[in-house]
């Protein structure tokens, strides 16, 4: 008998490349997610759900792992909005799962729990997290993480994966941010581009994902760092990006401590506004592009018997499939 999953966040781009590869391995999938049109798209049950008052029962019976992929991922936002979907989200989601009988949980967490205005090489999941977390996203999501591997337990298997800098075609957090950058034909580099980031094909991010299923018994109670394993300087990163959709912006080295106070004082003013709309450049922003950030991968290698398959170019080839090189 094939096994039952489902997936919140299933509209996604994470989400919905997770929902092929269980489709194609035989699983019965249940979808959720508020993006009605997308839901309609993933060829199996969809249902729309608001995780933070929605019933969940119904959401999750019958379904013998759930992959908890929905969050508010946003380097801006409402401290109360991170809150209730990263949160209050997740511990509804863990009572209904308990209470319905499933037999695990897998949660999308993040490294951004690690972030500071410093570099972090080869960090392992035993690294301390940032002494202060970079945003509200990182605190809610690091918040849940507990939470969730807390909830561990003999009959409920939880596990949460760390994956860095997912790029694919449907991302909506990465790419948009600095393919609208480089049409402006100017691409500021914090530090000169000199740091390391180690983004993840999202079809490696969702092999994680299904290769934790099947090692609850081994992983349960941990956290598992996932990444592409081949860190890259953001300046070469970003080369590459602009090659593959035909542009050429003008690089603009800035030191990191002036973008630090530049973002700082954007957020400032921000936060003042009607609405408190997202400020061009945030903090966390200029701390992802100045600062290494790279992990170790071994215990995902042992536990999970997963290492990354797809190479830099591969995925940025994957993530814009439309555009050519210029």
Not at 192 to 201: M, Q, V
Not at 205 to 210: E, G, K, L, Q, Y
Not at 266 to 281: D, I, N, Y
């Amino acid at each position: 008998m094939s096994r039952s999953a489902l997936v919140t966040g299933a509209t996604g781009g994470l989400g919905r490349e997770l929902v092929g590869q269980l489709l194609a391995a035989g699983y019965r999938v249940r979808a959720s997610g508020r993006d009605r049109t997308i839901g309609a798209q993933l060829q199996t049950e969809f249902v729309a759900a608001d995780l933070t008052r929605d019933p969940l029962l119904p959401l999750v019976d019958g379904v013998d792992v759930v992959f908890h992929l929905a969050a508010l991922s946003s380097p801006w936002g409402a401290r109360a909005e991170f809150q209730a979907i990263n949160v209050t989200a997740t511990e509804r989601l863990l009572d209904a799962a308990r209470g319905a009988g499933c037999g695990s949980l897998i949660y999308a967490s993040t490294p951004s729990i690690y972030a500071e205005p410093r570099d972090r090489i080869d960090l392992t999941e035993d690294c301390a997290v940032a002494s202060r977390f970079a945003n509200d996203y990182a605190a809610t999501k690091y918040a849940a993480e507990r939470l969730v591997l807390s909830a561990d337990a003999r009959g409920f298997r939880t596990v949460a994966l760390r994956p860095r800098a997912i790029v694919g075609p449907h991302d909506t957090v990465l790419l948009p941010r600095v393919l609208r950058a480089a049409r402006r034909g100017r691409f500021p580099l914090p530090g000169g581009g000199y740091a390391l980031i180690e983004p993840t094909d999202v079809r490696d991010a969702a092999a994680a994902f299904f290769a934790a299923d099947g090692q609850c018994a081994a992983a349960g109670g941990q956290a598992i760092n996932i990444s592409g394993g081949d860190p890259r300087p953001v300046r070469e990163l970003m080369r590459a990006l602009f090659n593959r959709i035909g542009q050429s912006p003008r690089f603009v080295p800035v030191p990191a401590s002036l973008a630090m106070a530049v973002a700082g004082a954007m957020e400032r003013v921000a936060a003042l506004l009607p609405g408190h709309p997202e400020p061009p450049v945030t903090r966390y922003s200029v701390m992802t592009f100045s600062f290494s950030q790279t992990m170790r991968l071994d215990r995902a290698r042992d536990l999970l018997g997963w290492v990354p398959q797809h190479s830099v170019d591969a995925m940025i080839a994957h993530a814009l499939p439309g555009e050519c090189n210029a």
